[in-house]
């Protein structure tokens, strides 16, 4: 089992104090995926990529910066995104890693493509920082671990989002993961096997989630056994998952009776939405993240466009809301280069 | 993935209406394993069977005993234990699987060899349902399900401790189990890898873990944190038993902060006897079931006398309790037959 801990740094970690590596390549553009948080009974520890969409990084060496120095030279699809690194998440990711890596004599500048939706639901921030990490760290020659490009990502959630690493560390590694501790940091990937089928159908809502009150409406307590029934249920997703089984895996994702009964009724039209999914043959349906983007669990791409439509009707019937749907496979590979150049 | 449903009964099980089936032996042995239930955060969903320990039945065909009834003819090991089948946690398994077959031309007499102390933690009144119900299945020629013996045993189990399915589960299938959800019934198999060694170490005080006072001191409500804390250690635990790593299972297995801190100190000695485990070199350590038996895993079988001894003597100077080790593996057969006799 891969583990990453905080306390067992890799012994060949470029040192901040001695090192100031050469760029390897002039210009590298990276991708990094969205990703569905929670997963209903996985509320804050569990969480999932999903391919097609995701955010896009052009990262250059740029003689006009400052050495040592990064600026953000343009934002695409996201007008209200700040330019100034310090205060954006792919910024902020990208300055952290800058750091570990100790570049001082060159600068850097960021383009940044929002192929994700501010507030949706499918960790926009989180792809944002984790495309910067990898692009810092390609244009380096790749030497930085999977534990340290999480961690920087990890200190741009913070800064932007919360204390959370359950987007960052799929959008950096891909496919399952399982945030086990932050005191220490472990995380676990969990391997969904390669010859199944994962398809998610997300949904999103013309509707701005109301993050406040999302945040508001968890409960302070939860019962005993609702603390049972959710826990044995997040620990027949985590096997569901291992064992390749999407039947299992989206029955026990939709049976959250701690989180999803208080959120849900915050979204105009969710309920109808998930009953929706159901019947159109979806094995599970749940909140995405904190929404508002609902996300429902299939084996095969098939059936996904039918269930989308059906719950794309089902928000604009029962909430009033325009909305769309994406069917996505499992990301299994996470952030990666796309295309480096020396011209 | 093995499940068993309670909706989806098998379409070949015998109706109690139709049939009654004849013995295909005069007498069988069974045998059942000891199991360590809750496993730290997999309170009331997560147990595994130990190989060693266990509880031993004979049946036989009793011309003596009026047709479709059963007689309990001894009982060895346990001098308190109820010879009416009613009230014996082997004779309600039996008599659940002899109704489940339609048994009604020839009657049974039951031995019990009581391998299990009772109140221990470890399984007992499990380890006896289970011995018995396979035992009166084998004795028809073994036509029942996992499912229908789960079940049975599970009738016993809710009689005399509980309608709890985390001991009875493995007891009949081996291995590690997550009981998912009593409504419907279901239940997961979870399968540690056969190449791998896990290795319990079960240290038993003389002590009766006051019963009432162990159910009392669990909590109504549960913080928000730790059930996020615990579910993902439960996660992890689930995680490590499936990818096979004895030492992730150990840690998560002794996460516990919401069950074990409550009951640990109604042990006398249980805090220093964990300390005492986790110096002498164990992965984890926890309550097994309600107490007082405290178990420690490993991942081989050389360390174990040392941890056993240590926790021994940790009982005894810590909590003034006489207490004696076993060194089990897991035992990943669950209740079997061990002989069978048309003499």
Redesign the interface.
């Known amino acids: ?1 891969l ?1 990453f801990s905080f306390h067992s740094p890799n012994p060949n970690h470029p040192s901040a104090k001695t090192l100031d590596p050469s760029p390897v390549f002039r210009s590298v553009k990276t991708f990094a995926p969205a990703t569905v948080a929670n997963l209903g ?6 969480g999932c990529a999903v391919d097609g969409l995701g955010d896009v990084i052009t990262l250059s060496v740029d003689p006009g910066v400052a050495p040592g120095k990064i600026v953000i030279s343009s934002i695409s699809g996201a007008p209200k995104l700040s330019h100034n690194p310090l205060r954006n998440c792919a910024g902020i990711a990208a300055i952290e890693i800058m750091r570990k890596l100790g570049v001082r004599s060159v600068g850097l500048s960021l383009s940044l493509e929002k192929g994700l939706p501010l507030g949706s639901g499918l960790g926009s921030s989180a792809a944002s920082a984790a495309a910067a990490a990898v692009a810092v760290d390609a244009l380096f020659g790749s030497t930085l671990t999977a534990h340290d490009l999480v961690l920087a990502g990890l200190e741009s959630e913070a800064k932007v989002s919360g204390y959370h690493a359950d987007n960052i560390g799929p959008a950096i590694l891909g496919g399952f993961v ?4 932050y005191e220490p940091f472990e995380i ?1 990937p ?1 391997n969904f096997p390669a010859d199944r089928d994962l398809v998610f159908v997300l949904v999103s809502p013309d509707f701005e989630a109301p993050t406040k009150k999302m945040r508001e409406a ?7 056994k609702e ?14 998952v ?2 390749g ?1 999407a039947r ?1 895996l989206g029955s ?1 994702l939709s049976s959250d009776v ?1 989180v999803e009964p208080k959120r849900a009724p915050l979204i105009p039209g969710m309920a109808a939405v998930k009953v929706a999914a159901m019947e159109a043959g979806a094995f599970g349906c749940t909140i995405s993240g904190a929404g508002p983007t609902v996300v429902a669990v299939i084996d095969g791409e098939q059936q996904g466009k039918e269930i989308g439509d059906r719950m794309v009707e089902a928000f604009l019937v029962n909430g009033g809301l325009r909305a769309k749907a994406t069917v996505s496979k499992l990301d299994r590979v996470g952030a990666r280069v796309i295309s480096s150049s020396n011209q």
Do not use: K, Y
Not at 178 to 181: A, D, K
């Open positions: 089992m583990r009974p996985g509320f804050d520890f569990l399982l945030i086990r501790s676990l969990l968890l409960p302070a307590e939860v019962g005993m603390h049972i029934r959710n826990s044995s249920q997040a620990a027949a997703l985590v096997a569901a291992l064992q089984d299992v026990a701690i």
